[in-house]
């Protein structure tokens, strides 16, 4: 067991190179640098843990309140190698000790072995809504239609990043702080928009291995129908293939009945493409 972030090569081997598991492990240790740049007052005050368990990670935030799925989530399950059901007992068994009483144990389709789906039913959890996954490469993207200006931030930026991003993912006030140290964290840069000095949207990208990986989009409510979030993407992508990255990444809830999928209309119209149908499995509400 390894805990708050394991240092660089801490994960287990991939076996199988593919680019829609490249997706996955960058998402995984973009989610490991974030636990990594917790200060020593916020990772108890958040009941914050990072924990190897197989060839997966499991993000742990205790304090957060149960819509925090975003930091409270396990990937890379069954992709380093076969799991057993014991692996699905002791990620139950982390959540349970933590008071977490909502998460998702993501799985990706090459999951093996393909019981893992029977074990993770056994252990009490129920198919949530899925992720879908998108990809893209180094085509530049399309121009973004905005009244906004969009920068890379630093510092003195990040605690209204951390109140927008809070907001928009239903974190909870506590997580404010921790989504600040992002600034910080190893392999993230941030930014945002703004509508003069008035910040309206956020934006994250982490680098590795040559795969960019785009998250925490955000627009605060004052600030929707603009293209802030369009106008984000873009310059992720651009500063991405700068960069050198060969694929870039990001994901957004799969397309359900009644949902506008603002979200996943926009990352399409950015040139990605989508890749595959991430699972959730979760406790019962």
Request: aromatic share 8%; net charge negative.
């Amino acid at each position: 067991m390894e805990e708050d972030g394991p240092a660089e090569g801490g994960f287990p081997p991939i076996e199988e190179v593919k680019l829609s598991i490249e997706s996955e492990d960058v998402e995984r240790h973009a989610l490991a640098a974030l636990h990594a740049a917790a200060d020593d007052a916020i990772k108890p005050r958040l009941h914050l843990q990072s924990v190897t368990v197989g060839g997966a990670l499991v993000s742990i935030a205790g304090a957060l309140p149960p819509s925090g799925i975003v930091a409270n989530r396990t990937i890379g399950l069954g992709l380093a190698g076969p799991e057993d059901p014991e692996t699905i007992h002791r990620i139950v068994e982390l959540y349970r000790d933590a008071g977490v009483s909502r998460y998702f144990i993501h799985l990706h389709p090459d999951a093996r072995p393909p019981a893992i789906r029977d074990w993770l039913r056994d252990a009490g959890l129920e198919k949530a809504r899925g992720w879908m996954k998108f990809t893209r490469g180094r085509d530049a993207p399309p121009p973004a239609e905005t009244d906004l200006s969009v920068r890379s931030v630093e510092f003195a930026d990040m605690a209204a990043f951390g109140r927008i991003v809070m907001d928009a993912f239903d974190l909870g006030a506590e997580a404010a702080e921790w989504l600040a140290c992002l600034v910080n964290a190893e392999g993230w840069r941030i930014y945002m928009s703004f509508d003069g000095d008035e910040p309206a949207g956020t934006g994250g990208l982490f680098v590795r291995d040559g795969v960019g990986y785009c998250d925490w989009g955000a627009t605060a409510p004052a600030f929707r129908r603009r293209g802030s979030q369009s106008a984000l993407l873009r310059r992720r992508i651009v500063d991405a293939i700068d960069m050198g990255c060969r694929i870039i990444v990001t994901e957004t809830g799969e397309e359900v009945e009644g949902d506008p999928q603002h979200s996943y209309k926009n990352i399409m119209r950015m040139g990605f493409k989508e890749d595959f149908v991430r699972e959730n499995y979760a406790p019962p509400r």
